[in-house]
């Protein structure tokens, strides 16, 4: 003990008051599970003060308090800013429950308020209609972080200290959660954290030892082996166990104050000599019993302890005597005639113990995305294309995407707030020009022609993060936006499905949490999706999947966002876009290929801004006509395709009044009362009539277009092309042949839907299928496409 600073004070202090606190926190998680009257058990409890229905889990619920009190206890000592995470599920009751006591809770929610009365409505409130759920959600002040689905909290944690040197970010870890592979992959962290400039994060593994039925690996396995895992990932952990209050309360507090020294050690050395690998951080592992305070037996069987203490360890409490009397002695083992005074007040000595103002968990600036600084967008036209006669040239899109994030990267050195994700693909996906600017961040020693400032860009300084986990890419990014910074996460499109379920889970927060007035707006989730399906021709099935799209559209409107830029400086305006907005989930897909470029910067700020218009130099009807046909695109390569049946037909068929419609922003095609975005009646009958039949090459499956297209006049009028789940090794053009979205395939759509009979059709139509005749002899032949599809681009049809 006499080596241990920290160990020696802990054993002369006084945890009397601090087990009281602990209490009172355990004490209104089990009213707020339980009661709906009665809550400081005025009277005897009767059945009508119970809940008609039970829910909720109180397993969890004595740890994560555990580690809130200690928590405050340090911050009380310190005066650090730290940020709480609770990454078990179902940990809600047990987090309100200690943002109540610190009375941050009756702040937001003054009905909540800080008495009898209040604790009666916070007890009512949970797990009920109108009322509040059993995960930390947005409705918890104090959280990022929901513990809904499990996997999330330490990558959650770790991108919330990025770039943010004062914060620490605490985060309980379950030994559930710590089953699932996201959570598995996230003890890497301190190879991505950068103690000169980055906060601290300190993980806090809880072993309860179960499951919701059953044993936990981690809490099967000793402490030499746990600590030997985490020690493996670059952490220095110690740990804490036993079921003794006192004692736990004594090692958890020594445990707290040393890992808070070595955090704030690491930080001074790295900020006065600088960074060259990474460091050990401090990690906690906290051995204590499930269900801990609660029930030891019920009915005959063991509970504490056991998976028993999972959920609701007493059922039936409301017809069951003998249980409502077990809970009543359950709840007054806490002593809550001592916690709080006659007006159901928490007693001033416990009071006292809650970090106060902005230090409160509760209410740390972080946690509600403050302070977020806006980026300064540098001017587009620094970046944009020109694209000379519309589609004659082309170039790879998503360069100059990559040559404004460099941009940003200086522009915010001195402040920094903004960051690229990436699963090792920057430069795969053309956005190397960043590297110009930051290096891929790494601490770890250096190989071979790997140092700093090589062609690798590597080093600690570096601040492109890239790993081989979308899970870590995106959940970082989630953590940095949530507490007030920028980015994008830059993917693959068919392995963004890996993280497809946390995109789902971030728009689900922020769904609810735009409906509280107290939470700030936060920068938007944006993830780029390149490397699409239809262009990875080279890489083969595995690699081919629009699926993220179809995920997007089944979430609320009111977060979501689907950008198709057709080209270069679209996709530019789409991205400033997305930089500037709040509490959305923008989602843009744009291949990284070299691709026509058809519209100046004016030109495309215009089509960004209605989300879909008519390209009239493609087509050759006039205001005052009906077309015969509509042709309709999303995405850049169904762009170019259709922009090649569109020329096919008027350089066949002259007589043909051929109308040619882009469609950028998907979200304008439901009706407006679906989808803020959609167009007013009005205009979308200017751009697809109201009876004409419309031929789409759509860049996702059929189905979600259909979809989008409900509520419209006769949407069956619309004959979509999409991918068809047709995939393989093969060259582009074949790709969308195999899906019968090519050229050819659109015109004989075209013709077919077409419903007066023209000079030329039946030679076009013989002509589209002796070329996709030649189209499948050739590639077999020659390994590559028909020369006059290599070379095609758009010029006037009657030229």
């Known amino acids: 003990m ?141 959280s990022i972080h929901e513990g809904g689905e499990l996997g999330y909290s330490l990558m959650h944690a770790t991108g919330a200290v990025m770039d943010n040197p004062d914060l620490v970010a605490a985060c309980v870890v379950g030994d559930g959660e710590a089953e699932t592979g996201p959570l598995a992959a996230s003890w890497d962290a301190p190879f991505f954290l950068n103690p000169g400039r980055d906060g601290a994060v300190l993980p806090v593994l809880h072993l309860n030892g179960h499951k919701i039925s059953g044993p936990t690996i981690l809490g099967r396995r000793s402490n030499d082996d746990v600590e030997a895992l985490l020690h493996a990932h670059g952490w220095a952990p110690v740990t804490v166990s036993g079921d003794d209050p006192e004692r736990v309360h004594r090692d958890l507090a020594s445990a707290m104050d040393s890992a808070y020294a070595g955090i704030r050690s690491i930080q001074k050395a790295a900020r006065s000599n600088g960074v060259a690998a990474a460091a050990r951080w401090p990690a906690i592992i906290l051995r204590t019993p499930k269900g801990w305070t609660g029930p030891e037996t019920v009915d005959g069987s063991a509970v504490e302890g056991t998976f028993r203490a999972h959920q609701v360890p007493l059922s039936g409490v409301k017809d069951n005597p003998e249980h409502l009397a077990l809970l009543e002695q359950w709840m007054r083992s806490y002593e809550p005639e001592a916690l709080f005074d006659a007006g159901g007040r928490l007693e001033p000595d416990l009071a006292a113990l809650a970090p106060e103002g902005p230090l409160r968990m509760g209410s740390v600036p972080a946690a509600n995305g403050r302070p977020s600084v806006p980026l300064v967008i540098p001017e587009l036209e620094r970046y944009a294309v020109d694209p000379g006669e519309h589609g004659s040239t082309s170039s790879e899109t998503t360069k100059p995407l990559g040559e404004l994030f460099r941009d940003l990267y200086r522009d915010t050195k001195d402040n920094p707030r903004f960051r690229l994700f990436c699963p090792d693909e920057t430069n795969s996906n053309r956005l190397g020009a960043v590297f110009e600017a930051s290096d891929r961040c790494l601490l770890l020693p250096p190989g071979t022609g790997d140092t700093a400032g090589s062609s690798d860009h590597v080093s600690p300084d570096g601040r492109v993060m890239e790993v081989l986990s979308e899970h870590l890419c995106q959940g970082w990014l989630e953590g940095y936006l949530l507490t007030g910074r920028h980015g994008f996460f830059a993917s693959y499109e068919a392995f963004a499905m890996v993280s497809a379920s946390m995109t789902v889970q971030h728009a689900k927060w922020l769904q609810h949490a735009r409906e509280l007035e107290w939470r700030s707006p936060v920068p938007s989730l944006n993830i780029l999706l390149t490397s699409t399906c239809w262009r990875n021709d080279h890489n083969g099935f595995s690699h081919q999947g629009p699926g993220l799209i179809d995920t997007v559209l089944s979430l609320s409107g009111e977060v979501t966002r689907i950008y198709l830029p057709p080209d270069t400086n679209t996709l530019l305006a789409a991205a400033e876009h997305a930089l500037l907005s709040t509490d959305y989930v923008n989602l843009v897909v744009v291949d990284k290929q070299a691709h026509p470029q058809y519209l100046t910067l004016q030109e495309a700020r215009a089509h960004a801004e209605a989300g879909a218009s008519r390209w009239e130099w493609a087509g050759n009807e006039t205001n005052f006509e009906t077309p015969d046909i509509v042709l309709a695109s999303a995405g850049d390569i169904p762009t170019e395709e259709m922009l090649a049946a569109a020329w096919l037909l008027q350089r066949h068929v002259p007589d043909a009044r051929v109308r040619v419609v882009n469609v950028m922003d998907a979200m304008v095609l439901p009706p407006r009362d679906v989808h803020p975005h959609g167009l007013d009646d009005g205009t979308f009958t200017s751009l697809f009539t109201d009876t004409c039949e419309v031929v789409v090459a759509w860049h996702g499956y059929a189905r979600s277009f259909h979809q989008l297209l409900h509520g419209r006049p006769n949407p069956e009028r619309f004959h979509v092309r999409g991918y068809s789940q047709q995939g393989t090794t093969t060259t582009p053009f074949d790709m969308v042949v195999l899906n019968r979205m090519s050229r050819y395939h659109l015109a004989l759509e075209a013709l077919h839907r077409m419903h007066r009979r023209l000079p030329g059709m039946e030679e076009l139509a013989e002509h589209c299928s002796r070329q996709l005749e030649a189209h499948a002899d050739y590639i077999r032949e020659h390994f590559e496409d028909l020369p006059e599809i290599r070379a095609w681009v758009w010029s006037p049809p009657g030229s």
Not at 33 to 59: A, F
């Open 2 to 142: 006499g080596d241990n600073p920290a160990a020696a004070a802990a054993a002369t202090e006084d945890f009397e008051l601090l087990n009281r606190y602990w209490n009172a926190a355990n004490y209104l998680t089990v009213a707020q599970i339980y009661l709906q009257e009665n809550p400081l058990l005025r009277e005897p409890l009767k059945p009508e003060h119970i809940k008609p229905r039970l829910l909720g889990h109180w397993g969890t619920g004595p740890g994560l308090s555990l580690v809130y009190v200690h928590l405050n206890r340090l911050i009380k000592r310190t005066g650090a800013q730290v940020l709480f995470l609770a990454g078990p599920g179902h940990g809600g009751p047990a987090v309100v429950a200690n943002v109540y006591l610190e009375g941050t809770y009756s702040e937001l929610y003054p009905k909540v308020s800080r008495d009898e009365e209040g604790l009666r409505r916070l007890a009512r409130q949970f797990s009920t209609p109108g009322g509040v759920g059993s995960h930390v959600g947005p409705a918890t002040p104090g």
